[in-house]
Structure formats: C-alpha cells, structure tokens
Nanobody
C-alpha cells in the first residue's frame, strides 16, 4: 500500500487543519490506519488510529477532544481533523497502515505499522 498525505500547512494557535491520507490500494476492513507525528529532536508518536472494519477510533491523550480521525473506505482515504491547534502540535505528520488486531491498533505501536507515507508538515505559531 502506498500512502500520500496532504493538507499540512502553517496556522495560528487555535486554528484548524484537516489532513488527508490517500492509499493507492483499497483500505481493507482488516486494516488499522494511524496518524503519527514527529517533532524535531523528538521520537515519533502515535496521534490517532482507526480500525477500518468497525470504525473504532483511538487517540493519544494529548489530542483527545481536539483531533478526529475518520476514514472513507470507498475513497481509500483517512482523515485527521485537527482543531484548537497548539504550538506543541507542530510536527511532521505521517499516516501508516497496519494489519494488527483492534486491541493492538489501539496502542498505536510503531513497529506494527508497516506502510508509511512521506509526511506532511504542520506548523502552529
């Protein structure tokens, strides 16, 4: 699966962005799709994930209530709506896929995600 992220940019504190991740192939119901981010000098961290089959979603504590992950299986696209953005949200954002079970999907363990996009930059100031 090839993944291409888009929608990043520069916004002011409190602003919103919607990231998109288009997959070259179908997002099968058995796929876990995740959004991750990496700020300069920091480790990559999981932000949100969605189990494509049942639509169950998972979030990092730092983004709960502000970010929403969703998917459109027909378009093979996953979205990340980001509201109330803060400077600490500044990072390169990546989407990734995993065939892990829902309970593993929820933990957003990076080694379980095998296909990655090239990333899209989000800058909040």
């Amino acid at each position: 699966v090839q993944l291409v992220e888009s929608g990043g940019g520069s916004v002011q504190t409190g602003g919103s962005l919607r990231l998109s991740c288009a997959a070259s192939g179908s997002i099968y119901s058995g796929y876990c799709m995740g959004w991750f981010r990496q700020a300069p000098g920091k480790e990559r961290e999981g932000v949100a994930a969605i189990w494509a089959g049942g639509g169950k979603t998972y979030y990092a504590d730092s983004v709960k209530g502000r970010f929403t992950i969703s998917r459109d299986n027909a378009k093979s696209t996953v979205y990340l709506q980001m509201n109330s953005l803060q400077p600490e949200d500044t990072a390169m954002y990546y989407c990734a896929t995993s065939t892990s079970a829902p309970n593993i999907c929820a933990t957003m363990q990076i080694p379980t995600f095998l296909d990655w996009g090239q990333g899209t930059q989000v800058t909040v100031s």
